[in-house]
């Protein structure tokens, strides 16, 4: 029997309504939401997720501000506009837009990010608050996959989940949010002995592997919950996924699509970040 499709897309309109309700009764209230995104250099890929932010904010009634800086800007100079926005009233989250160029120091850029403000959820704060299970902006791919697997009805406590890459961004945070709510956790990577026998162990599998097709439906448990993280574009043009959606949801009762499925929880999640920014400042 074939996998139910995760819709992506739908799940996405169903939270921003909520968040476009919400904004409207904080302005009148009269609190205005406030994002500012700040973009170093022109890297094609970047823009288009920037305009997409600015876009998706201006739809949900959030004040947005894109501040675009030449690729050869100095990180003094990046760092000061990041302070500036730290002291900025109407401004309740910050968002620096990565990949940065090779001669500024990302570490440096989140860290100068206030807490408070830190709506990406990037920062040492708000990773270490993640980590020991306490308030915290939670990073927006993660947190998109957490709200997916809600609206599905997965309960998690005692099943095995099983995450398939260890970045900063997606594979570290989402297992840290699979076990505070009591799933067995197991972390997979490049030098996982038998990625096979591991992911065929997982009742819900998070892949986020950034290889092309790099799960196939036998290395996939009967019956699992599969979330597809990958975004790949392959030589005809067209956008895969990490799994192999074909293989896969011929085993899987529940698989999330590429593109449209976890791709548009992203932004949705930062505009839920900047909301509550906003309540908590």
């Known amino acids: 029997m074939a996998a139910q499709i995760i819709d992506g897309k739908k799940i996405a ?12 009764e ?5 609190i205005e939401p406030g994002l500012a995104v700040v973009l170093v250099g022109e890297d094609p890929a970047s823009q288009v997720y920037v305009n997409n932010k600015h876009k998706a904010c201006g739809e949900a009634g959030i004040y947005s501000e894109v501040h675009r800086l030449p690729g050869d800007t100095p990180q ?21 837009q990565l990949p ?4 500024i120091a990302e570490k440096a850029v989140v860290n100068a990010i ?5 709506v990406d959820g990037f920062g040492p704060a708000n990773v270490g608050n993640l980590v020991i299970g306490d308030d915290c902006f939670y990073p927006c791919t993660p947190h998109g996959i957490m709200v997916m697997l809600d609206k599905i009805g997965v309960d998690l406590k005692g099943q095995r989940a099983v995450v398939v890459g260890r970045s900063n961004i997606v594979g570290k945070p989402v297992a840290m949010m699979l076990l505070q709510r009591h799933a067995t956790v197991t972390m997979c990577h490049t030098k996982t002995r038998d990625l096979a026998w591991e992911c065929r162990q997982g009742d819900v599998l998070v892949v986020a592997a950034g290889r092309p097709r790099v799960i196939t439906g036998e290395m996939i448990k009967e019956g699992a919950v599969v979330i597809d993280v990958g975004v790949n574009r392959l030589e005809n ?3 895969c996924g990490d799994v192999d959606f074909e293989s896969a949801s011929q085993v899987a009762a529940w698989i999330t699509p590429v593109p449209g499925g976890v791709g548009p929880m992203t932004i949705t999640m930062l505009l839920k970040n ?5 309540k908590r400042q």
């Open 13 to 24: 309109d169903e939270v921003r309504a909520e968040i476009k309700q919400e904004v409207a």
């Open 26 to 30: 904080l302005k009148g209230q009269g």
């Open 76 to 96: 003094d100079e990046l760092l000061s506009l990041i302070d500036r926005l730290n002291s900025d009233k109407k401004i309740h989250g910050i968002l620096v």
């Open 100 to 103: 940065l160029p090779k001669h």
């Open 114 to 118: 206030s807490p408070i403000k830190d």
């Open 237 to 239: 043009g067209k956008l």
């Open 274 to 278: 900047t909301l509550e920014a906003a």
